[in-house]
C-alpha cells in the first residue's frame, strides 16, 4: 500500500518519542499482572488436600493463578490497547495531519492501517514484560513442562491476531468521528463485557451455564485459551495441538475478514 510503512514509522516514532507514553507503556504490563493475580486468585478460598485438587482442576491444571491467568491478561492488555488505535486517527484529523494525507498521493487505507500496525507492534514489548514480570515474582508464572520458541511463537500469533482484530474495528468506527468522548463512550461500554464475557479471567466451570457458553464464541476467549494452552501443557497432544490450531484459525479467519472489510470502508468513509 502506497505510504503505508512511512506512516507506520511516523505514529511509532511518536510513541517513542513521548517519554510519558512510553515508559508507562512499558511498565503497565507489570501493573496488570500483579493487580489482577492478586486481586482475582479464586484458589485463596480453597484449603487443605481437597481444596488443592478443587483448585487446580477450575485452573485447568495449571500450578496457581498467575499461571493461569497470564493468557487472560495478555490477551486483555492486547484488547484494551488496540481499542484505543482510533483515537490517533481522530487526532490527526483534529490537529490537521489528516488534510495533508488525504491531498497527498497515499491510499486512504494505508492511513488506517498504519495505525492498527504500529498498535500491534507496540503490544508486543509489553507483552514480553509482562510474561517476566508474571515468572519472577512470588507464586508467579511457572512452565510445568518446559517452554519453547514454538510456544513462545503461538503466543505472538494470538496476541498479534487479537491486537488486529480490536484495532481494525475501533479504527474503521473512528473513520467516521471527530469528536474523542464517542469513542471513548464505545470503548468504555464493551471493553469490560468482552473481558469478563470471556474465558480470559475465569474458567468455564466457574461461570453461570448460560454465560459460559457465550463467552466461548467470544475472541478474547480463543486467544487467552490458546496461549494458556502452551504455557500449561508445554508439550501439546495430538488433540491439545488441534484445538489450539482451531483458535488461532478462527482467529486469524475473523482477521482476514477484517482486514478486507477495513481496506474497503477507509477507502469509501475516510474524511477531513
Known amino acids: ?41 479464586i484458589t485463596k478460598f480453597f484449603e487443605g488436600p481437597e481444596g488443592s485438587l478443587a483448585a487446580s482442576k477450575i485452573l485447568n491444571g495449571a500450578p ?11 490477551t486483555t492488555m492486547g484488547l484494551f490497547t488496540a481499542m484505543f488505535s482510533g483515537t490517533q486517527i481522530i487526532w490527526d484529523r483534529r490537529l490537521g495531519p489528516m488534510g495533508r494525507f488525504l491531498s497527498s498521493p497515499i491510499r486512504r ?14 503490544i508486543l514489548p509489553q507483552a514480553a514484560i509482562l510474561v517476566i514480570a508474571a ?15 514454538l510456544d513462545a511463537l503461538i503466543m505472538a500469533t494470538a496476541i498479534t491476531l487479537i491486537a488486529f482484530i480490536f ?17 471513548f463512550g464505545i ?3 464493551v471493553n469490560l463485557p468482552l473481558m ?15 454465560l459460559g457458553n457465550i463467552a466461548q464464541y467470544n475472541p478474547v476467549s480463543w486467544s487467552a485459551e490458546a496461549i494458556r494452552t502452551v504455557i500449561i501443557y508445554g508439550n501439546l497432544t495430538p488433540s491439545q495441538w488441534l484445538q489450539v490450531e ?3 484459525g478462527a482467529l486469524a479467519a475473523l482477521a482476514f475478514g477484517l482486514l478486507i472489510l477495513t481496506a474497503i470502508l477507509a477507502e469509501r468513509e475516510i474524511r477531513d
Open 1 to 41: 500500500m502506497s505510504g503505508l510503512w512511512p506512516l507506520t514509522s511516523r505514529e511509532l516514532k511518536k510513541w517513542i518519542r513521548n517519554p510519558t507514553f512510553f515508559i508507562t507503556g512499558l511498565i503497565q504490563p507489570i501493573f496488570w499482572i500483579a493487580l489482577f493475580g492478586s486481586a482475582l486468585d
Open 109 to 122: 487505507s494505508s492511513i488506517v492501517f498504519s495505525k492498527i500496525i504500529s498498535s500491534v507492534i507496540r
Open 167 to 183: 484495532s481494525s474495528i475501533f479504527s474503521v468506527i473512528a473513520t467516521r468521528m471527530t469528536n474523542m468522548q464517542s469513542i
Open 135 to 149: 515468572y519472577f515474582i512470588p507464586n508467579g508464572l511457572k512452565f510445568p513442562h518446559g517452554f519453547t520458541i
Open 246 to 248: 482451531q483458535w488461532l
Open 196 to 210: 469478563f464475557v470471556s474465558y480470559a479471567m475465569f474458567s468455564k466451570q466457574m461461570m453461570a451455564s448460560w
Open 187 to 189: 470503548v468504555n461500554l
Open 64 to 74: 496457581n493463578y498467575i499461571t493461569y491467568i497470564v493468557g487472560g491478561v495478555l
